[in-house]
T-cell receptor
């Protein structure tokens, strides 16, 4: 049971390049989330998918797109990378179904992205 | 606006010196409060969930408590391996269909031997 996995672990891009961050979970969770973490800013929600087939914007969605490929996988795409997108990106998942006892989010190891 | 504030930003303790970390929140309605531990270069690791005022949970040297306005993470007789950043997050009423969390900025704890 690997939990939440993310690829790649590190990436360096030039301004204007595109890339996709991959996330997969093997816990049969319904909901998946993408966050970015910047010094002094805490974790901020970019996009989330409450269930397979649905995606919604979070706090900082500009410059990103997402795809919920299936129940296991949730990808984050940067179409035209900018230096302001230099950050550490975390994927998380939860079993959330509206049941209060299933709200805990479990995080992946992160992708460290630098945009030059 | 829903907000989560953690204090202090950084805390240095000697091994064995007990202390507390604070997480205060102003939200429209609390559904749950979460504590995570994050080691450098790693993702947040789940510690506790608290759902109602008065609730307490313990794990080894850590004890989390919850009131209507804040939560405390008490660290008793800490060891160097407790050094990490501790994150607090809340789930608010109205996010019941999504499970979204609002995070504080974290408290970085350093425990010296």
């Amino acid at each position: 049971n690997a939990g939440v996995t993310q690829t790649p672990k590190f990436q360096v891009l030039k301004t204007g390049q595109s890339m996709t961050l991959q996330c997969a979970q093997d816990m049969n969770h319904n909901s998946m989330y993408w966050y970015r973490q910047d010094p002094g800013m805490g974790l901020r929600l970019i996009y989330y998918s409450a269930s397979e087939g649905t995606t919604d914007k979070g706090e900082v969605p500009n410059g990103y797109n997402v795809s919920r490929l299936n129940k296991r996988e949730f990808s984050l795409r940067l179409e035209s990378a900018a230096p302001s997108q230099t950050s550490v990106y975390f994927c998380a998942s939860s079993a959330y179904r509206g049941v209060i006892s299933q709200t805990t989010q479990y995080f992946g190891p992160g992708t460290r992205l630098t945009v030059l | 606006e829903d907000q989560v504030t953690q204090s202090p930003e950084a805390l240095r303790l000697q091994e064995g010196e007990s202390s507390s970390l604070n997480c205060s929140y102003t939200v429209s309605g609390l559904r749950g409060l979460f504590w995570y531990r994050q080691d450098p270069g790693k993702g947040p690791e789940f510690l506790f969930t608290l759902y109602s005022a008065g609730e307490e949970k313990e794990k080894e040297r850590l004890k989390a408590t919850l009131t209507k306005k804040e939560s405390f993470l008490h660290i008793t007789a800490p060891k160097p391996e407790d050094s990490a950043t501790y994150l607090c997050a809340v789930q608010v009423l109205g996010s019941s269909n999504t499970g979204k969390l609002i995070f504080g900025q974290g408290t970085t704890l350093q425990v010296k031997p």
